[in-house]
């Protein structure tokens, strides 16, 4: 390693930048008179040896067991170093950092602002005496040479930091570093090697070997769920199960994610029969099971009167098309009208279908426009979002008791967010209201329900936490290490879920693989995968519903910041 000493920061230091910042001192020609003194009386103390060029200010508490500095290693103002502790050469503690146990560090180690490197703990075995009088148990810290500790970090007892690694700000360090390793959060991770290209990152071995399933598998998910109906090929969402709209289309969202078209049918063909689908009177996506709504625009029960408009126009925005006929029930809808349908909507006990109205409608009015010219700006919707969201919680529904043996809480608010969000502020690449707060609630969702990793654990209630968590870490860095942290914590959950040939259930643990689960939560892998910076080069790119990039901008909507 080059010496620091040799860079032209430390060899051009003059005693007027060494009056300012004095632990420039260390690199003078000769050490102050008043530092020598301090080095001496230092020296002086059982245990203690200072290299005479090492500098420890006035206003930096040294009550050290043991201390060893190298040549050029500094000690700021309002640092406190305890316990039993040996550093290297051109290593430096700015101010406000500590120690406590037994910590070793190499040449080079640059440690921030309060940083904290706590190299023992408290025994806690014994249950008949208070933790504060239980003996210490001591392992000790050791960083290597060349190491960058952020602002904030804590280092545990245990630790072992490879050289050349870097520790993010904030994070908090429980177990060893890899050399040449970045790493953040609570607790910490890796979040790449320095020697990788820069903005390349690792990807986990976990999600390689996830990607390398699913991009020979998802043929063979398909054909498990191939079948006729009325004589044509198709698909249905498991095995065994009855006909349905959706299925196809989620079949045409998955190889379209692979960049590929389903064996079914070929494109054009795939094409009129989903165009066939649609009522050119009201431009609704009908489900022939049932037949079409009285009410085009009804906040009814019927999930796939508003949501086959998804389904079924971003199945042909993946192949290359749109909907034959404009959506004439949004299209006609007048102001009026649209404020009574918004104000009619139940964001108290029934905020998650209340936002799927709104992500259907809105989802609606972007293909009337896309497709259709339309001109409409429906400036209402807009205007009820702005007017309705609360600053508090970031969302517009609320926080719920729990109702005989169900406790909700945020769950229907959440879920109704991510879906009024993904039509309009995601769909149209404009910036969310209240982020932070907004955040704070998803965060807080996803600690009441254990991240759904054993109970409800769907793809419906794991998307509408990781969409929020991708989104909303793309606008702000509030609680940033938290976020990744849930995003590592989905992903390693997820890949762990795909099954050899079938694909992934929709419930986990419950259901059987089918297109609609695979679909979804390959979104939900990607998603997490981005989140980490850990997405590029995967081999699929989720398209339709629950892509990942905006539309376009809704004119009339608010421009983005």
């Not at 102050?32 to 059982?46: F, H, S, V």
């Not at 598998?217 to 349905?244: I, S």
Request: charged share 25%; hydrophobic share 40%.
């Amino acid at each position: 390693m080059t010496d620091p000493a040799a860079a032209p920061r430390w060899t051009d230091v003059t005693a007027e930048r060494a009056a300012i910042e004095n632990w420039h001192e260390a690199y003078l020609p000769e050490p102050t008179e008043a530092q020598r003194d301090r080095i001496a009386e230092l020296n002086g103390r059982d245990g203690y040896h200072l290299h005479p060029r090492a500098y420890v200010a006035d206003g930096a508490r040294v009550i050290a067991d043991r201390l060893t500095m190298g040549e050029h290693s500094t000690i700021a103002s309002g640092c406190t170093i305890r316990g039993d502790i040996a550093i290297g050469a051109h290593t430096a503690f700015n101010a406000g950092s500590a120690t406590i146990g037994k910590v070793t560090l190499g040449d080079g180690v640059r440690i921030a602002s309060y940083a904290v490197l706590v190299g023992e703990n408290h025994g806690i075995d014994d249950l008949e005496l208070p933790i504060a009088i239980q003996p210490l148990q001591t392992e000790g810290i050791e960083v290597g040479d060349d190491v960058w500790i952020g602002a904030n970090a804590t280092i545990v007892d245990g630790v072992r930091v490879g050289s050349h690694s870097v520790i993010a700000a904030g994070a908090v360090v429980t177990g060893d570093v890899p050399e040449w390793a970045i790493v953040g959060g609570v607790p910490a991770r890796v979040i790449r090697d320095r020697r990788d290209p820069k903005g390349e990152r690792r990807r986990r071995p976990t999600l390689e070997r996830y990607a390398a399933m699913v991009a020979e598998q998802w043929p063979a998910v398909l054909e498990r769920c191939a079948t006729t109906h009325e004589g044509e090929a198709t698909y249905v969402d498991v095995p065994g199960h009855v006909w349905g709209p959706r299925p196809l289309n989620d079949a045409i969202e998955i190889a379209g994610a692979f960049g590929e078209v389903p064996s079914a049918a070929p494109r054009d063909e795939l094409v009129a029969r989903i165009q066939a689908m649609q009522d050119p009177a009201t431009g609704m996506f009908v489900d022939p099971r049932v037949g079409p709504a009285d009410d085009p625009l009804g906040f009814t029960e019927r999930e796939w009167d508003l949501y086959g408009v998804l389904s079924c126009g971003y199945a042909l925005d993946v192949l290359g098309a749109g909907p034959a006929h404009p959506i004439h029930a949004v299209e006609a809808c007048g102001a009026d009208e649209l404020q009574r349908r918004l104000d009619e909507l139940e964001w108290t006990w029934f905020a998650w279908p209340s936002g799927s109205w709104i992500d259907g409608f809105a989802t609606a009015a972007h293909l009337n426009r896309r497709h259709h010219g339309s001109p409409r700006a429906h400036e209402v919707l807009w205007g009820w979002l702005a007017a309705h969201v609360d600053p508090a919680s970031g969302m517009w529904g609320v926080r719920l008791a729990p109702e005989g043996g169900w406790d909700p809480r945020w769950l229907m608010a959440v879920n109704g967010w991510y879906r009024l969000v993904r039509g309009t502020y995601a769909q149209f690449d404009v910036p969310v209201p209240y982020p932070e707060r907004a955040l704070d609630t998803v965060l807080a969702h996803a600690w009441d329900h254990g991240w759904f990793e054993q109970e409800e654990r769907n793809a419906c209630n794991v998307l509408d936490i990781v969409h929020p968590l991708w989104l909303l870490g793309r606008q702000t860095d509030h609680r940033a290490a938290e976020v990744r942290d849930g995003a590592a914590r989905i992903l390693g959950a997820a890949v762990a879920d795909w099954q050899d040939g079938r694909g992934m259930p929709w419930q986990v643990g419950r259901d059987e693989p089918g297109l609609q689960g695979t679909e979804m939560w390959l979104s939900i892998v990607r998603l997490a995968a981005d989140a980490l910076g850990e997405s590029d080069g995967l081999p699929w790119t989720p398209r339709g519903v629950h892509r990942l990039e905006p539309a376009d901008q809704l004119a009339g909507g608010p421009a983005p910041s």
